[in-house]
């Protein structure tokens, strides 16, 4: 994590005023005493050798209705509604290379870039200004790069 | 309460009389940040719960295989980021909303969430939030509230530093411009 010394860039960014005026506060609240409990009652849950919820607690109705229309459908030989997926939740994690997150792959990032983002100069010279700044942090010498172009 | 380093507590994990106890104490050391980070993406208490429950049983069973290869806390963070993410897209397939209207029904419970604190220019910054593109939201507040580096981003979303870069620049942007025209 980088500590508030070494990251004057961040806290101080006057190319967002009205980001920076918001602040860094943390709005969100949890119940008195939440933080004492949970290592007990995630403990509970390992010792009792449970395991990991499937997300389904406020759904059941939901997920008796559409047990209901795919059951109707697959007695129609439909079965557009086989790919639900839930091999994330059901499968324990093994290792770090095991979490995989595509839907975080940079084709996705660069896909929620939008033409008007692209578009818009004040982005283009936020983005610059970061490429920048990127090169002086790595200390990475700009007359080696402009030679080879 | 002395604080472990990482290192400190996979050896107490791996190789302590009581592993259960060295986990107690790394659970300890990572909630807050990991149920934040979680928070953040799903906001309601609720889920967030059972979110950061499911991410450290799953990281209990995970542990004695994790390679040092990475760090601990970013090993962390990308568990619950994929568990934060699984549970949107099933609350999407339970309900046959696209994404917007998930990002909608998270808007409106910022509004009127009484589990939330602060004042108008901060809760217009969440709901400013809440307007990116799901991706887009997670690289800003891992940015922004949780002030990691890009490398380090690049760790928990097995993203490219340059395509977190400019993700991150361009919420900023988006969500100044949101700040000034609401």
């Known amino acids: 994590m980088e500590t508030n010394n070494s990251n004057t860039n961040l806290n101080q960014d006057e190319r967002f005023p009205n980001l920076e005026k918001a602040g860094r506060k943390n709005l969100f609240t949890v119940p008195e005493g939440y933080f004492n409990q949970l290592p007990g009652t995630i403990a509970e849950k390992i010792n009792a050798g449970k395991q990991p919820v499937t997300y389904n607690r406020n759904y059941k109705p939901v997920v008796l209705g559409l047990s209901l229309i795919l059951a109707i459908a697959l007695m129609f030989g439909v079965n557009y509604f086989r790919t639900i997926e839930n091999k994330e939740v059901s499968q324990p994690v093994i290792s770090y290379q095991d979490i995989h997150l595509t839907e975080l792959e940079d084709q996705v990032i660069y896909d929620e870039i939008t033409v008007e983002d692209l578009a818009d100069t004040t982005i283009q010279d936020a983005v610059k200004s970061e490429m920048y700044d990127y090169l002086i942090e790595n200390n990475t010498d700009i007359s080696l790069i402009i030679n080879e172009l | ?182």
């Open chain 2, 1 to 182: 309460m002395t604080e472990y380093s990482d290192g400190e507590l996979l050896e107490q994990f791996r190789n302590g009389d009581n592993p259960n106890y060295a986990f107690n104490l790394l659970v300890k050391k990572y909630q807050q940040k990991v149920y934040y980070h979680v928070r953040r993406i799903i906001i309601d208490h609720d889920d967030t719960n059972d979110v950061v429950q499911n991410t450290f049983i799953k990281a209990w069973k995970g542990l004695s295989n994790f390679r040092e290869d990475a760090q601990l806390f970013t090993w962390l963070y990308r568990i619950a980021t994929n568990e934060a993410l699984t549970f949107l897209k099933k609350k999407r397939t339970a309900f046959f909303l696209p994404i917007v209207n998930v990002e909608r029904h998270l808007s409106e419970k910022v509004e009127s969430d009484p589990a939330m604190s602060g004042d108008a220019i901060e809760l217009k910054l969440q709901k400013a939030i809440l307007t990116l593109p799901e991706k887009q939201r997670i690289v800003f507040n891992l940015r922004y509230y949780d002030e990691m580096k890009y490398e380090e981003m690049s760790e928990v979303l097995g993203t490219s530093v340059g395509a977190l870069k400019a993700s991150y620049h361009i919420a900023a942007q988006k969500i100044e411009k949101y700040m000034i025209g609401n």
